[in-house]
Each structure stands twice: as C-alpha cells, then as structure tokens.
C-alpha cells in the first residue's frame, strides 16, 4: 500500500508589499499504523503569491512535492471544504483522486505549530485570527438497512494495550501513533464495539468512508453518530436505554479525558477474537 497525504492550501496571516494575504501549501504524511513514527513522515511547505492562487500553481507545488517524496500518494486528504474545486482540480490533473476528510490529524497540528512559531516570525505577520469559512453541516443520515449492526457495546481499552493493535487479526485498519495525542500508556481510551452476521460487508463500507470521528447527539432524543468525510454523518443506534444513556456521557467524558481518541471496531460476534475493521479516531477542532 502506498502513501496518503493530506493537504492544506489556504492564505495565512502574512501580508505581502501590496498589502495582499500570502497563501502556502503544506503537504503531510498521514500515519497509518500505531507504530509509525512521527519524523518519518513527509512534509513540504511551499508560500504562494496572492496572484497566483489557482490550480495550475497548486498542481505544480503538488508534483514538485511528489518529486522531492520520490512517490505520488495513492490518494490526499483536505479539510477546507471551502477549497474543494482547486484543489480537486490539481489532484485531478496529476491522476491522484482528493478526498474531503476530517482525518488531517498531523496536518491539523503542523498547521497549529506553524501559527504560533513560523508566521509570526515573518515579515509582514498580521496578529489576531486567521478565519475560515465555516459551512453548515447536514443532519445525521440512517444507515443503510444492509449495513446495520445487530448489536453494539460501549468498551475501553488503556493506550498500553491499543499498542498491541498490530499484532490483531484485522480486515480493515487505521491507525496513528499515540505520541500524536501525547497519551500515556494508562489513559483509558473509550471504544465501540459493533456486532453484525454482515461484520466484512460492514467494515469495507466504512473504510471507504474517511472515518472522522464519534460523538453522541443529544440535539432530538440521544444518538450515537458517525461523523464522516468533510460533513457527512451517520445514525449508528437511537440510545433510549437509562444505562446506556449513563454509559454514552461516560464515552465523551472519556474521550475527552483522552485528548479526542477513541476507537470503532467490528466484528462478528462477541466471542470473535479478530476483527472485521478497527479504527483509531480522534476528534479534534479543525481551523
């Protein structure tokens, strides 16, 4: 398997001599194994004039990016809805399919790194927020009737033994390295399990979804919902049950106290010892 970037293409709070915002492309490596580690990974930064912002500039920083990781990625990531025509337009030109995603957990934190340490060192820093446009996003959709679980529980595991993850039996994965969360290996890392009959079918769907992250939605009635893509979400289970209601507050309780990570896995039943799918998720607030 090869690599997946994720990218950023946006103006920073750099004014050039005309006054104008100077715009930068960062490219980074996503981690995809718990074991990866972190100064591994690729990266490349590259500023942009304010005139030239557009997608034949964008496609040339891209390839001379390839160029310097000596491989195109299969596939790159990006979460700026707002950018989605550019930049799917120079992932097209260069044959690399872009996908919106909210799974730019390195890039998110290069790009935190970089506000309080790199810009402000620049000529021409502007202080304050650098904002971006914040789009609406469309209520949680039913899974399809062929995908639903038949069961689900609320389970943790310690980051110690999320560890372990490569030595499972797994159909489909993600991961990234527990530093990246900076958790010690007794945190409790708050999980979901699901159980179906159609537990393969189930987990090649999500895997191909660009898994976010979960949350409970307490908004009409509690949900469990997973977040996907740039804005898509989905109803896993209605929660009606008092101990499980109790048992959904304890999730985000503990995945808050777990800096964001949580898991989601699935398998066949509850005896099974392997599993169809396992994802590491983080949920994290995105600029």
Not at 11 to 29: A, F, G, H, M, T
Not at 185 to 205: K, V
Request: proline share 7%.
């Amino acid at each position: 398997m090869g690599s997946i970037w994720e990218i950023d293409f946006y103006s920073r709070p750099i004014l050039d001599e005309n006054q104008k915002k100077i715009w930068e492309v960062l490219v980074c490596e996503s981690p995809l194994d718990i074991r990866t580690n972190l100064d591994s990974l690729f990266r490349y930064a590259k500023y942009c004039p304010s005139t030239q912002v557009n997608s034949l500039w964008l496609r040339t920083a891209l390839q001379e990016a390839i160029d310097k990781a000596g491989e195109a990625p299969i596939k790159i990531r990006f979460f700026r809805r707002q950018m989605n025509n550019m930049i799917t337009k120079a992932c097209e030109d260069l044959g690399i399919p872009s996908l919106p995603s909210r799974k730019t957990l390195v890039l998110n934190q290069w790009l935190q790194e970089r506000m309080t340490e790199v810009y402000p060192q620049e000529v021409g820093y502007q202080g304050g927020t650098n904002p971006s446009v914040r789009l609406d996003s469309p209520l949680p959709q039913r899974l399809p009737d062929a995908l639903e679980g038949q069961q689900w529980i609320f389970v943790s595991l310690s980051a110690g033994e999320l560890a372990e993850m490569p030595e499972w039996e797994i159909g489909f994965s993600e991961a990234f390295p527990l530093d990246l969360a900076q958790l010690a290996p007794e945190t409790r890392i708050p999980g979901i399990l699901i159980f179906s009959p159609r537990a393969l079918p189930l987990a090649g769907w999500m895997s191909g979804l660009e898994l976010a992250f979960l949350r409970i939605d307490e908004k009409q009635g509690t949900k469990l919902v997973l977040e996907t893509g740039s804005t898509e979400s989905w109803i896993l289970a209605n929660i009606k049950n008092p101990t499980t209601l109790a048992e959904a507050k304890g999730f985000e309780a503990a995945k808050q106290k777990a800096n964001g990570v949580h898991f989601l896995g699935v398998q066949s039943d509850p005896q099974a010892e392997a599993f169809a799918g396992f994802w590491l998720l983080q949920e994290i607030s995105l600029p």
